[in-house]
């Protein structure tokens, strides 16, 4: 169904989960995952992107989020983003809790005071000996780049395939307890965060969607098929 503010009937008791993907950032200009001319058009997954591609080929790995972590000083928060941190300083972290599968800052940029970064975040390395030593970072990493409470090498901040996105315990109490969820600019392919709309939908929570590729996405309660920095701006969530 289209968006029908009346049905989306959000009140005082309401709570809403937002989950954010690569579409949210394209209209600041960085290419998102799957659509033409993406990021996985022109490279591996299996090379850049998962720890055995790493162990084959540090280098490679490193560099190519060198580059991502490069590509975020051209960038801007869109009027997506600065929607969505808009509704969270209105409703507070308790009713409106943004989690996303991307892994630049804009979110944290446009002013959002709590976003949960599943997959990870460009600006931050880790440790290889202790996943607890993560370290906000700029910049270029490199073999050298050391731990600097035990001095082992590091690695990117980032979640890669076969490994398990962070926080999924808080993430899974939030959706349970969801009357409101909504995701953006994600295709929903990848696994765990292409089933939270299932889970909040089995807690009874009211679904919208938001993408301008309204084929590409399974079916919701209410569905925008336009850009996200065009369709959040001009809705009234809550
Ligand atoms: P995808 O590249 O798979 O999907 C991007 C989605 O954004 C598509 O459904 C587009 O239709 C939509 N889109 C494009 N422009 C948009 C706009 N202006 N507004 C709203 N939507 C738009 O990206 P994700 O679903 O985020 O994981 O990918 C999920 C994960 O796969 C990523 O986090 C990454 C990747 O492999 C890891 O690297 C671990």
Redesign the pocket.
């Known amino acids: 169904m289209n968006w029908n503010e009346q049905e989306w009937h959000w009140t005082n008791e309401s709570r809403m989960v937002i989950l954010?993907?690569?579409?949210?950032s394209?209209?600041s200009g960085i290419?998102?995952?799957?659509?033409s001319g993406?990021?996985?058009e022109n490279h591996r997954?299996q090379d850049v992107?998962t720890p055995e591609g790493f162990i084959q080929d540090p280098n490679l790995v490193i560099e190519f989020y060198n580059q991502r972590r490069a590509e975020l000083a051209g960038v801007n928060p869109?009027p997506?983003h600065l929607s969505l941190a808009a509704l969270q300083k209105k409703l507070g972290e308790e009713r409106c809790f943004l989690i996303?599968?991307?892994?630049d800052d804009l979110h944290q940029r446009a002013g959002s005071s709590q976003v949960l970064a599943?997959?990870?975040e460009l600006k931050k390395i880790r440790c290889l000996n202790n996943k607890n030593h993560v370290i906000d970072f700029e910049g270029k990493q490199t073999r050298d780049t050391l731990c600097p409470e035990c001095s082992s090498l590091m690695r990117p901040h980032?979640?890669?395939?076969g490994?398990t996105?962070f926080e999924m315990d808080l993430i899974f109490e939030r959706l349970r307890n969801c009357t409101h969820f909504i995701y953006?600019?994600?295709?929903?392919?990848?696994y765990p965060?292409?089933g939270f709309r299932d889970i909040a939908r089995s807690s009874g929570a009211k679904i919208l969607c938001?993408?301008?590729?309204g084929s590409?996405?399974p079916s919701s309660d209410f569905l925008i098929v336009?850009?996200?920095?065009?369709?959040l701006p001009a809705l009234k969530l809550a």
């Open positions: 954010t993907g690569a579409g949210v394209a209209e290419a998102t995952f799957r659509d993406g990021l996985w997954v992107a869109n997506a996303t599968q991307n892994i599943m997959h990870g980032i979640v890669w395939f490994e996105p953006i600019g994600t295709s929903s392919v990848v965060a292409a938001i993408n301008p590729d590409g996405v336009e850009k996200a920095g065009e369709a």
